[in-house]
C-alpha cells in the first residue's frame, strides 16, 4: 500500500507567492526524497532528506522533516509558470535495503503567471 | 551523460500483440528499475534490477516479462496485454540498490493497449 499521503491534492497560485506541500507516512524511513514530475512525463529528483535531518535547502526549494509526527514539507519559494506540475514525496524503508521507493499520491501545483 | 532514455515513447498494441519497452542508461549505473503509472496516480514498482539480476517482482503478472541484457539496458517484453494495462511505463537507474540512492527516471513510454 501506499505509504505517503500529500495534501493539498491540487494547489493554484500566482507566480511569485510561496507553495507548501505537505507529505506524511506512516511506518518509519531511511530517508525522504521529493521529485517533480511536467505532465505525463518522467520525474526529476529535487531533494533526499535524511531521517537524522530536519531541514534542507536547495535554491529556492526547503524541505522540513518531522520524524516524531511523520511528515514532510516542501516549500518553493517565489514560484514561476515553470513550476506547473505534480510533485510527490516518496519514502524509502527504514530497515530496508532494497531501495524500494513508496510515493504519495502527488499535489498538482498550477503557477499563474 | 545524466539521461536515462525510453524508447518508444508511445505504443498502441492489441492483446494479442507482442511488443517490447526499451530502457538506457550510460551513467554506469548498477541498479534499474520498472515502473507502472496510471493517470494521476503516483508510481508504482513492478521490478528491480540489480547488477543485471532480478532483485524484486512485486507480483507483476506474466504477461510483463523483464529482460537485462547488459548493465546499460532494460528491456520490458509485453505479451497478451490487457486494456486495464494501459498506462505510462517508466523506468529509472540509481548507482547502486539501496537506500541512499537517488534514482533516475526516463520520460516513460505511454502504453494504450486496445
Known amino acids: 500500500s501506499q505509504q505517503g499521503e500529500e495534501d493539498p491534492q491540487a494547489l493554484s497560485i500566482q507566480e511569485g507567492e510561496n507553495a507548501t506541500m505537505n507529505c506524511s507516512y506512516k511506518?518509519?524511513?531511511?530517508?525522504l526524497q521529493w521529485y517533480r514530475q511536467n505532465s505525463g512525463r518522467g520525474l526529476v529528483h529535487l531533494i533526499l532528506?535524511?531521517?537524522?535531518?530536519r531541514e534542507k535547502h536547495s535554491g529556492r526549494l526547503r524541505v522540513t522533516l518531522d520524524t516524531s509526527k511523520k511528515s514532510s514539507s516542501l516549500l518553493i519559494t517565489a514560484s514561476r509558470a515553470a513550476d506547473t506540475a505534480s510533485y510527490f514525496c516518496?519514502?524509502?524503508?527504514?530497515?530496508?535495503?532494497?531501495?524500494?521507493?513508496?510515493f504519495g499520491q502527488g499535489t498538482t501545483l498550477q503557477v499563474k503567471p | 551523460d545524466t539521461e536515462v532514455t525510453q524508447t518508444p515513447k508511445h505504443l498502441v498494441m492489441g492483446m494479442t500483440n507482442k511488443k517490447s519497452l526499451k530502457c538506457e542508461q550510460h551513467?554506469?549505473?548498477?541498479?534499474m528499475y520498472w515502473y507502472k503509472q496510471k493517470a494521476k496516480k503516483p508510481p508504482e514498482l513492478m521490478f528491480v534490477?540489480?547488477?543485471?539480476?532480478?532483485?524484486i517482482n512485486e507480483s507483476v503478472p506474466s504477461r510483463f516479462s523483464p529482460e537485462c541484457p547488459n548493465s546499460s539496458l532494460l528491456n520490458l517484453h509485453l505479451h497478451a496485454l490487457q486494456p486495464e494495462d494501459s498506462a505510462l511505463y517508466l523506468c529509472?537507474?540509481?548507482?547502486?540498490?539501496?537506500?541512499?540512492?537517488?534514482?533516475?527516471f526516463g520520460p516513460g513510454t505511454r502504453l494504450t493497449v486496445l
Open positions: 529509472a537507474s540509481s548507482q547502486e540498490q539501496g537506500v541512499r540512492n537517488e534514482q533516475f
Open positions: 511506518t518509519s524511513i531511511n530517508n
Open positions: 532528506i535524511r531521517s537524522n535531518e
Open positions: 516518496a519514502t524509502v524503508h527504514g530497515s530496508s535495503n532494497t531501495g524500494k521507493l513508496i
Open positions: 551513467m554506469g549505473h548498477r541498479a
Open positions: 534490477y540489480s547488477y543485471e539480476k532480478l532483485s
